[in-house]
C-alpha cells in the first residue's frame, strides 16, 4: 500500500506511535480493567493521567508557576466569547479589545468580541504582519488579541526569544492574548510575556475536543456576571479542569503527544524539524512560477502552506494526482481556494519530501 501522508489542517495528523498506543490501552489501560473513555474523571487513574498530561505540557513549554493550565471544552471559537467573559471585567465597562487582523482566525476573533466589549482593529494585514509602528493600540485596552499563526491565510508572526518580533517594545501594560490554536508546540515561547494564551488542539495537540488555556492567575476571578459557570477561568482553574466533566479521552491522546514530544526532544527539536520541512516545501513552491504563494517571506507560516497553481483549471488534477500518491486532503480552504499543506509536528519530513516530489513532477522538472 502506497504510503498514507495526511496534509490536514484540522483535526490533523497525530503520532504514529500515539496511536498505535493509544489502539493497544484501548480496552485495558495499564491494567486497569477499563478503556480511557470508561474511567471516571475523579478516579485515581483519569487523575494520574491528567496530572501527568499537566505536567508535561508545563516542562515543554517552561510555564511559570504563577500560571494555570486549563483543558476545556469549546474549542479555538468558543474562547472568542470567553475571553472577553473572563478579562474584560478588570477595565471600566464598556472595555475596549485591541486586535490585529491578520486573516479569518483573528477576524472571526474581532466579529465575537464585538457581543462583550467594544472592539478596536489596531492594524490590518493579510499578507504580512503589519509593522508595530502602524498599529493604533487604545489607552487602556482590556487586552491586545494576536492571532500568532493564521491557519487558513498561512501568515505567522516572526518570533525573537520565543515573544513575537517586535512586541518587548509594547508598553508594559499592554496584557497580550494570542490564539496558538495551529502553532502551539512547535516553537519555544517565553509565556511569561503573555496573559492568556489558547489553543484548540485538533492541530498540533490532539483530537478535537480539548481547548488548552494557559491564563496568568491574576486575570482570574474577574469574569463578567453572565459568563457561564462551566467557562469561568477561574472556577476551572479551582477545579483542575473538573468543575464539570472534561474531555477526558481527548486529554489522554494529548497527554501521550506531550510524552511524544519530549522524547523527540521537546519544543526546540520540533522547532528544527518544522525550519527544514517549511524550506522544503517554500523552496519548491519558489521554484519557478507554476505555484505561487501569497504571504510574504518573513510572515510565511512553518505549519500552514497555502499556494497556488498558476493554472487554476489543474486544480483537480493536481489534487487527483495527489490522492493517488497517498498525499491526502491538500485542497485549500474554501474561503481562498488553491491549496494547502498543513506540517503540523507529526509530519514527518519524509512527508514533505514525498510532497515536494510531487510538487516537481507535476510541474514537470
Ligand atoms: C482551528 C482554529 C480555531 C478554531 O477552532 P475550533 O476548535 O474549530 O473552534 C481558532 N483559531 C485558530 C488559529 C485555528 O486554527
Redesign the pocket.
Known amino acids: 500500500m502506497t504510503h498514507i501522508y495526511n496534509f490536514s ?2 483535526p490533523a495528523v497525530l503520532p504514529k506511535e500515539v496511536l498505535t498506543q493509544a489502539a493497544a490501552e484501548m480496552l485495558d489501560w495499564h491494567g486497569s480493567g477499563m478503556s480511557v473513555m470508561e474511567m471516571s474523571h475523579r478516579g485515581p487513574e483519569f487523575i494520574s493521567i491528567y496530572k501527568a498530561a499537566e505536567r508535561d505540557l508545563r516542562e515543554l513549554l517552561a510555564v511559570p508557576d504563577n500560571y494555570k493550565i486549563l483543558f476545556m471544552q ?7 466569547a470567553l475571553i472577553p467573559l473572563n478579562l474584560v471585567g478588570h477595565k471600566p465597562q464598556p472595555a475596549t479589545i485591541d486586535f490585529i487582523h491578520t ?4 477576524g ?2 474581532i466579529k465575537e468580541a464585538g457581543k462583550y466589549a467594544k472592539v478596536n482593529i489596531a492594524a490590518v494585514g493579510k499578507t504580512a504582519v503589519p509593522p508595530l509602528a502602524e498599529w493604533q493600540l487604545t489607552p487602556d485596552a482590556a487586552y491586545l488579541h494576536l ?6 491565510d498561512g501568515v505567522e508572526f516572526a518570533f525573537d526569544n520565543g515573544v513575537p518580533a517586535g512586541l518587548a517594545g509594547l508598553p508594559e501594560d499592554v496584557l497580550l492574548v494570542a ?5 502551539i508546540l512547535s516553537r519555544p515561547i517565553d509565556v511569561s510575556k503573555f496573559g492568556l494564551i ?6 498540533n495537540i490532539g483530537p ?1 475536543g480539548v ?1 488548552i488555556v494557559i491564563v496568568r492567575d491574576d486575570l482570574l476571578g474577574k469574569a463578567l456576571t453572565i459568563c457561564p459557570s462551566a467557562f469561568d477561568f477561574k472556577l476551572v482553574a479551582e477545579n483542575e479542569s473538573m468543575y464539570n466533566t472534561p474531555p477526558t479521552y481527548g486529554i489522554y491522546i494529548a497527554g501521550l503527544v506531550f510524552q511524544w514530544l519530549k522524547a523527540q526532544g521537546g519544543v526546540a527539536a520540533m522547532e528544527q524539524r518544522a525550519i527544514a520541512k517549511a524550506e522544503l516545501l517554500y523552496a519548491a513552491l519558489d521554484a519557478d512560477d507554476f505555484y505561487q504563494t501569497r504571504v510574504e517571506q518573513h510572515n510565511r507560516s512553518r505549519m ?1 502552506v497555502p499556494f497556488y497553481l498558476k493554472d487554476e483549471s489543474k486544480n483537480e488534477a493536481f489534487l487527483a494526482g495527489a490522492k493517488a500518491r497517498g498525499l491526502l486532503q491538500l485542497k485549500g480552504h474554501k474561503s481562498v481556494g488553491g491549496m494547502r499543506a498543513s506540517i503540523y509536528n507529526a509530519m514527518p519530513i519524509e512527508g514533505v519530501q514525498a510532497l515536494v516530489d510531487y510538487l516537481n513532477e507535476f510541474a514537470g522538472r
Open positions: 489542517a484540522g469549546g474549542g479555538g471559537l468558543s474562547q472568542n486573516g479569518s482566525w483573528s472571526k476573533s492571532c500568532t499563526n493564521e491557519t487558513i490564539d496558538m490554536s495551529s502553532h489558547f489553543a484548540g488542539a485538533q492541530k478535537a481547548t500552514n
